[in-house]
Structures are given as structure tokens and as C-alpha cells.
């Protein structure tokens, strides 16, 4: 069983930065691909960010347009989200999810693409 805490969330403005961080349990964490998905209030869901379980590999929606930055740190068993430059719409509920299994489709939206997922933590930004 692994589980998933996010943190880092808030309330920004415009152009401001956030790093979201997924604290994750277990020892298998380095084998696992992650990713980070969104949901605003009334919307679906968006793959925000996707990365490969040795990390060789990242994937990125195409409203990061280089603001967003995916990484992780085995040793700590972290998953982090460094997210610049940030608009009003970039307002959701950040998840982190994780996938022990293969074939991943990292820019999958898919509630079954991921075994585990977190809580989740909001981001606002507005001014």
C-alpha cells in the first residue's frame, strides 16, 4: 500500500510561484511512475505533469508552456511541483497519483490510470 500527502498549496497572484510537494510512503516509491493532475470546481480533470519512475523521462500538459517544472527525490520519497508564473486559471485542487503498474499513459486523465492517489491541496490565484 502506498500513501500520498500533497502539500504546498495557497493563495497567490498572478506571477507568483508555488512548489507543491507528495510526501509518499513506502519503499517501492522509486519504482512507481507519478504524476500531478488538476480539477477546478465544475471542470474535468487535467494531466498537469507526468514523470517516469527513474525520473529520465517528463511530461507536461500543454497549458505548462514551460512554467511548471516536475521532479522527484527517491531518497526522501518526494514528488515535487515547481509551478512559476501562475494565472487565475491555474486555480484547482493539485493531486499527486502514482502507478506500480506498467504501460502507463502519462497524459491520461483517467481515474484507473493510477493505483494510488492523494488528498489533494488547492491552489488559488487571484488578485
Known amino acids: 500500500q502506498v500513501q500520498l500527502v500533497e502539500s504546498g498549496g495557497g493563495l497567490v497572484q498572478p506571477g507568483d510561484s508555488l512548489r507543491l510537494s507528495c510526501a509518499a510512503s513506502g519503499r517501492t516509491f522509486s519504482s512507481y511512475a507519478m504524476g500531478w493532475l488538476r480539477q477546478a470546481p465544475g471542470k474535468e480533470r487535467d494531466f498537469v505533469a507526468g514523470i517516469t519512475w527513474n525520473g529520465g523521462s517528463t511530461f507536461y500538459g500543454n497549458f505548462v508552456k514551460g512554467r511548471f517544472t516536475i521532479s522527484r527525490d527517491s531518497t526522501n520519497n518526494t514528488l515535487y511541483l515547481q509551478m512559476n508564473n501562475l494565472k487565475p486559471d491555474d486555480t484547482a485542487v493539485y493531486y499527486c497519483?502514482?502507478?506500480?503498474?506498467?504501460?502507463?499513459?502519462?497524459?491520461?486523465?483517467?481515474?484507473?490510470?493510477?493505483?494510488?492517489w492523494g488528498q489533494g491541496t488547492p491552489v488559488t490565484v487571484s488578485s
Open positions: 497519483a502514482s502507478r506500480r503498474r506498467s504501460g502507463w499513459q502519462p497524459f491520461s486523465t483517467a481515474q484507473n490510470e493510477y493505483d494510488y
